[in-house]
C-alpha cells in the first residue's frame, strides 16, 4: 500500500463501520500478517511512530493542533521489513480520553478491536509510567465486559475479572509501553535499571494504593504476560514539533532517533505473525473476516467473542481448503494423465498420487476440523472426480475406438454395398478380410479400456449383415451354414464372458481404490493430528511457564509489600 486507509470508520452519532475498499486489500494478502496495533490518549505521538514503524517520513497523518487527528482505525499493509514471507500490518487508532467526542463508547471498543485484531499491542503514553498513566488505561479493566473468549459463559470474579485468564494468555497480543517525552534517568534506587525493568516496577503492587490502580496493573500483568517498554526522548524542540513530519532525521533528537530505531528493530524482529488457536496462522484474508466478524458482532450490540470468532473463520478457511485441494487436483489431473489410459490401473495410479497431494494441500489449510467434517467432504469430492474420471476415460476410450473400428472396417463397407460378397465363397472372403481388420484393430495401440467392449458392440452391429451373406453363399451346405452360426454365436459368448470377467476385476481394484484412499486420508490425518497435539501442548505449556512466572512475581512483590 502506497498510504494508509481507514478500515475501521468511527463517525460522530454513527455505529463502527468496515471500510469495503480497505477490506479489499486486506482479503488479497495471501501472507500470514504481523499485525501491530498502537493505542493510547489522543496527540501524544502515535501517529508519528507508526510512520517510523513504516520507515516513511510521511503516512498517517499528524495533526499539529490540539484536536484529535486520527479517526476510527487506520490500517497501513506493507511487506514485512526482515521476513519477506510476512505482510506487516501497522492499525494507527483514534486517541483515546477526547474530550470533544460525542461518542465515547466508540473509544472502548476501539480499544477491544486493537486487541482481538493484533498481534503485538503498543501502549503509548506521554511522561511517565504514572498513577496518571495507568488510570488512563482503564479500558484494560473493562475488557471482561468487551470481550468473550469462550462462547460459553465463564465464571466471573467479584472484581469482574475472568476466572479462566489462561485464555486471554492465549489469545491475547504481546504488550508494549512506549513512554515519550520521557526526561528522567532510568535508576531505581540508585542503581541504572533497564526500561522493562522501570515497566515491571511501575506494574508492582504497591501498599495502600487505589483499588482502581491496584486492578489496572493486575490486569495488564494479567492478561499481557509478554511485556516490553521503550522510553523515548522528545524528537525535537518546541518550536519543531508542530511539523515533526518534514524534519530530516539529522534535525532530531539523536536519542530519539536510536531509541526510536531500536524499538523498531524489537518489532521487526520479535513481534509474531498473528495466530489463532492452535497456532494456526492469520493471513490478511483471515484478519480481514475477523475485522468484519468483530465489526458486525458489536454493531449488532452483543459482545465479540474470540472462539465464535475462530469457529466461524474455521468455517471459511476450511472452506476454501477444499476449494484449494480440488483445484489443485484438477490441474495436475489435466497436466499428468492422458485420457484414454491403457488400462484401469494408470489411472488409478496417477489418481492417487494426487489425491495425496490434494489431501496435504488441504491439511496445510484447514483447522479446527473437529469432526473432520471438511476433509469428508473432502473425500467424497475426490471420489466423485474419480467416478467422472473413470467415465471420461471409457467414454475417450469408446470414441477412440469406434472411430478407429470405422476407419479399419471402410473397406469392409464398400465391398458390402457394392456386393463383393454376395456371391459364391462371398462369406469365406468376409471372414478373411474381418480377421485381418481385427488384427490390425488388436496390433493399434491407445484404444484404452473399452477395446473389447468396442469391438463387441461393433461386431453386434454388423451380425445381421454377416449373417445375410452366410446365408447366401450357396459354396456351403445347411449343415456347414448351421456350424458356422454356432460358432460365430460361441465365440460372442466367450467374448461376452470375458468382457464380464473384466468389468468384475476392475469392480474389486475400484473397491481396493477406496480403501487405499481411505487409508491415505486416515494417515494424513493421524499426522496432522499428532502436528496438532504438539502445537497445543506448546501453547499449554506457554500458559503454564506464563502462570508460574505470574505466581513467582506475586510472591516477589508479596515480599517487597512486607
Ligand atoms: N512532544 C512530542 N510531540 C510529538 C511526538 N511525536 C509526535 N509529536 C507531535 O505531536 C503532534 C501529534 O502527533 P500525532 O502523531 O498526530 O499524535 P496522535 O497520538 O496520533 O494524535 P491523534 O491521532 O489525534 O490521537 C504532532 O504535531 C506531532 O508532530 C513526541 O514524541 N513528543
Ligand atoms: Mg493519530
Not at 500470514?32 to 514503524?53: D, E, W
Not at 490540539?66 to 514485512?80: K, S
Not at 491403457?342 to 498420487?353: D, G, N, P, S
Not at 469430492?381 to 476410450?397: G, I, P, T, Y
Request: aromatic letters at 6%.
Amino acid at each position: 500500500m502506497e498510504e494508509p486507509m481507514c478500515l475501521i470508520e468511527n463517525n460522530p452519532n454513527e455505529q463502527l463501520r468496515v471500510n469495503q475498499e480497505a477490506l479489499k486489500i486486506l482479503q488479497s494478502i495471501q501472507q500470514p500478517v504481523v499485525v501491530v496495533a498502537i493505542v493510547g490518549l489522543y496527540r501524544t505521538g502515535k501517529s508519528y511512530l507508526m510512520n517510523k514503524l513504516a520507515g516513511k517520513k510521511k503516512g498517517f497523518s499528524l495533526g499539529a493542533t490540539i484536536q484529535a487527528e486520527t479517526m476510527g482505525i487506520w490500517m497501513w499493509c506493507l511487506p514485512h521489513p526482515e521476513n519477506p514471507d510476512h505482510t506487516l500490518v501497522l492499525l494507527d487508532t483514534e486517541g483515546l480520553g477526547d474530550v470533544e467526542k460525542s461518542n465515547i463508547e466508540n473509544d472502548a471498543w476501539i480499544f477491544a478491536l486493537s486487541i482481538l485484531l493484533s498481534s503485538t499491542l503498543v501502549y503509548n503514553s506521554m511522561g511517565i509510567i504514572d498513577q496518571f498513566a495507568l488510570e488512563k488505561l482503564q479500558y484494560v479493566t473493562e475488557l471482561t465486559k468487551r470481550i468473550k473468549v469462550k462462547a460459553t459463559a465463564t465464571k466471573t470474579s467479584e472484581d469482574g475479572e475472568e476466572e479462566n485468564s489462561d485464555d486471554f494468555l492465549r489469545f491475547f497480543p504481546a504488550f508494549v509501553w512506549a513512554v515519550r517525552d520521557f526526561t528522567l534517568q532510568l535508576k531505581l534506587n540508585g542503581c541504572p535499571i533497564s526500561s522493562d525493568e522501570y515497566l515491571e516496577n511501575a506494574l508492582r503492587r504497591k501498599k495502600g494504593q487505589p483499588k482502581k490502580l491496584d486492578l489496572a496493573k493486575k490486569c495488564i500483568r494479567q492478561y499481557f504476560p509478554s511485556r516490553k517498554c521503550f522510553v523515548f526522548d522528545r524528537p525535537a524542540g518546541s518550536r519543531d514539533l508542530s511539523e515533526l513530519d518534514d524534519l530530516s532525521e539529522k534535525m532530531l533528537s539523536p536519542n530519539f532517533v536510536v531509541q526510536a530505531h531500536r524499538f523498531c528493530q524489537h518489532i521487526y524482529e520479535s513481534a509474531q505473525p498473528k495466530m489463532i488457536e492452535g497456532g494456526h496462522l492469520v493471513t490478511g484474508i483471515l484478519l480481514g473476516h475477523l475485522v468484519v466478524t468483530y465489526v458486525d458482532t458489536i454493531s449488532s450490540g452483543s459482545i465479540p467473542c474470540i472462539e465464535n470468532a475462530v469457529v466461524a473463520l474455521a468455517q471459511i478457511e476450511n472452506t476454501a481448503a477444499v476449494h484449494d485441494a480440488i483445484t489443485y487436483y484438477e490441474a495436475e489431473i489435466e497436466k499428468h494423465l492422458k485420457l484414454p489410459t491403457e488400462t484401469i490401473e494408470e489411472l488409478l495410479k496417477v489418481h492417487a498420487q494426487y489425491e495425496k497431494e490434494a489431501i496435504k494441500v488441504f491439511l496445510a489449510r484447514a483447522f479446527k476440523d473437529d469432526d473432520h467434517d471438511y476433509q469428508k467432504e473432502l473425500g467424497e469430492r475426490l471420489q466423485s472426480k474419480l467416478s467422472e474420471l473413470c467415465s471420461r476415460n471409457e467414454q475417450a476410450s469408446l470414441d477412440r475406438c469406434q472411430a478407429v473400428l470405422l476407419e479399419l472396417f471402410q473397406d469392409l463397407e464398400e465391398n458390402f454395398g457394392k456386393g463383393t460378397y454376395s456371391v459364391a465363397g462371398g462369406y469365406l472372403k468376409f471372414l478373411d478380410h474381418q480377421k485381418e481388420k481385427l488384427e490390425q484393430y488388436h496390433l493399434l495401440p491407445g484404444k484404452g479400456i473399452m477395446a473389447s467392449k468396442a469391438l463387441e458392440e461393433f461386431l453386434k452391429s454388423k451380425e445381421a449383415a454377416a449373417q445375410s451373406i452366410l446365408q447366401a453363399d450357396r459354396t456351403l451346405t445347411e449343415k456347414e451354414k448351421e456350424l458356422e452360426v454356432e460358432r460365430v454365436r460361441a465365440e460372442a459368448s466367450a467374448q461376452e464372458a470375458k468382457l464380464h470377467k473384466q468389468m468384475k476385476e476392475e469392480a474389486i481394484k475400484m473397491a481396493q481404490e477406496k480403501e487405499r484412499s481411505y487409508k491415505e486420508h486416515e494417515a494424513q490425518l493421524m499426522a496432522k493430528m499428532e502436528e496438532d497435539r504438539k502445537k497445543m501442548q506448546a501453547e499449554h505449556e506457554m500458559v503454564m511457564n506464563r502462570k508460574l512466572e505470574v505466581i513467582e512475581q506475586r510472591g516477589l512483590q508479596l515480599q517487597n509489600i512486607q
